[in-house]
């Protein structure tokens, strides 16, 4: 087992981190390669989709191909976490891409030959899915190695600014035209962008494969993952609370859309109205993403991190009190820039206390907890919707989000510093 204090270890021939007055070019390499995958990302996820109403009328199927792309981060999360702590991660992160680029590439070239099918969409979806497991757990691993970790804050708050405004405010709309030009241009486009970014990660310098102490098996490498994260009471509570988050969230957004979208709806907004909503705790995340070093420095982060937790459980619960567009839009922007700080607090804090040999694995743990409650909370929204109605799911969900901040109790800021001593120790 592996203890809290364990030194940081990594490989001796990794490029050292840049200056600190800088993130470095590795770094902004890093970066564009994170913001033209997240937009080849964005274009997919729509797309695919938008493809499939080509072969099938099913509305069962058309749905297959969206569970196709994200079963995998249930079935290979963990051993992707395994894999990234026994390769060098910007390798890894190469293959994936390109495993990508030519899976998309290929079926671009079925379509545009009449061989397509939906088999086909789900077959290249579930694969580029598990590639995208192995390259997220990579891009996530490898940043304490690229820069120095008083600078992660920083590092990650631009890096998931350019990925959300990729992924979700370019992508989508751009897969839109994209498919009008044909479906075939549609599947090609991201896979251009792929290759695109595998040539920004060949530009990226030097070796980033972790030191191992001896062999081991990869069920093993994966329990001891495991074991650490379970046993890191701060990790542990954190990646709880965002468990239960993400359960509440998803409860609300999934039935949201009747609660505003229709003449007979609380909110009375058109199918595109709905589309502007919605972008407004997208706009949200994106600038605090670029404010979370500000707002950790002004609230101190346990105080900003129980801040975001209250602006989580208004944002789930607002519905049930506003109708409005307009407000509840500037509630849901508001709401956006705190939740993106505890994006930025966390995600930045999870990589200085995590021995760096263990952080692929304890990223995919973390990731497991935080996502494997999507579809529960989907699937529970919509059950609350049909016995209590629409404004009861918002209500109980907000509640639900609002006693989160009993872990609070746990993510304090001396448990914070004496994880952060423990690490550097």
Not at 298 to 308: F, H, P, Q, T, Y
Request: glycine letters at 12%.
């Amino acid at each position: 087992m592996t203890g809290v204090g364990e030194p940081l270890r990594t490989d001796p021939a990794a490029v050292p981190g840049p200056a600190p007055a800088g993130l470095g070019g590795n770094y902004w390499r890093l970066w564009s390669a994170s913001a033209v995958s997240n937009l080849a990302d964005g274009i997919v996820k729509i797309a695919l989709p938008l493809v499939a109403i080509g072969y099938t009328d099913s509305p069962a199927l058309v749905a297959g191909v969206a569970a196709a792309f994200s079963l995998p981060w249930l079935l290979f999360a963990l051993p992707a976490g395994a894999l990234v702590d026994r390769l060098d991660r910007r390798r890894a992160m190469l293959a994936a891409n390109t495993l990508r680029a030519a899976l998309l590439g290929a079926l671009a070239l079925a379509v545009a030959f009449d061989t397509g099918s939906i088999w086909l969409l789900y077959a290249v979806a579930f694969g580029v899915g598990a590639a995208e497991t192995l390259y997220d757990t990579s891009a996530q691993s490898i940043l304490p190695q690229v820069v120095p970790r008083e600078l992660l804050p920083r590092a990650n708050g631009r890096l998931h600014a350019a990925e959300l405004t990729a992924n979700q405010f370019i992508g989508p709309p751009l897969a839109g035209f994209l498919v009008a030009g044909g479906a075939a241009l549609a599947l090609a486009g991201p896979a251009g962008l792929w290759a695109l970014a595998v040539a920004a990660l060949l530009f990226v310098s030097g070796r980033f494969r972790v030191e191992r102490d001896a062999p081991s098996t990869l069920r093993s490498d994966i329990a001891e993952g495991l074991r650490f994260l379970w046993r890191h009471r701060l990790l542990r509570t954190l990646a709880m609370m965002v468990g239960g988050g993400n359960f509440a969230t998803n409860a609300i957004f999934g039935v949201l859309v009747l609660h505003a979208v229709g003449p007979d709806s609380a909110m009375g907004l058109t199918e595109p109205g709905y589309g502007i909503f919605l972008t407004t705790v997208a706009a949200g995340i994106v600038l605090g993403s670029l404010l979370a070093g500000w707002i950790e420095r002004r609230l101190g982060r346990a105080r900003a991190l129980g801040v975001s937790v209250v602006a989580m459980a208004v944002v789930v619960g607002a519905p049930a009190l506003i109708t409005d567009p307009f407000a509840l839009g500037a509630v849901y922007f508001g709401g956006g820039i705190l939740l993106a700080a505890w994006n930025v607090i966390t995600v930045s804090l999870r990589q200085r206390i995590t021995p760096d040999r263990l952080l692929g694995r304890v990223n995919s743990g973390y990731r497991l907890i935080a996502w494997g409650t999507l579809p529960f909370g989907a699937a529970t929204g919509g059950l609350l919707a049909e016995m209590f109605g629409l404004r009861a799911v918002f209500a109980i969900m907000g509640t639900l989000a609002l006693a989160l901040l009993l872990g609070m109790l746990r993510v304090t800021d001396d448990a914070i510093r004496a994880a952060e001593r423990d690490a550097a120790a």
